[in-house]
């Protein structure tokens, strides 16, 4: 299935159009992010079939939840989207102490 899905665009937009109804969240999210989503989900899936821990899974879908709620906030995206100042060079630990 992974294969298929990082080789066929027809299974990846195929796959892409029903993750919906399993995911609802996911409309929040750009196309491409779907997609890729669905490429590591399958990926982790895979993964933790072979470990028998399905605890790579649950990642994988709580951190593409959450990259969805951002999308979902268009004020959270903007602020998070904007380049952000340099503000310097950072001591190394302990050298602000001397």
């Known amino acids: 299935m992974l294969a298929l899905m990082k080789h066929e665009d027809q299974t990846r937009s195929l796959v892409t159009e029903v993750v919906p109804e399993a995911f609802p969240w996911v409309r929040f999210l750009p196309r491409e992010d779907v997609q890729a989503f669905v490429v590591?989900?399958?990926d982790a899936l895979e993964g933790a079939?072979?470990?028998c821990n399905p605890a790579p899974v649950?990642?994988?879908i709580t951190s593409w939840r959450h990259t969805a709620e951002v999308h979902a906030d268009p004020e959270l995206l903007a602020v998070l989207q904007r380049d952000g100042?340099?503000?310097?060079?950072?001591?190394?630990?302990?050298?602000?102490d001397a």
């Open 40 to 42: 590591e989900l399958v």
């Open 58 to 60: 649950a990642q994988v």
């Open 85 to 96: 100042d340099d503000f310097g060079a950072v001591p190394a630990p302990g050298a602000a």
């Open 49 to 51: 079939e072979a470990l």
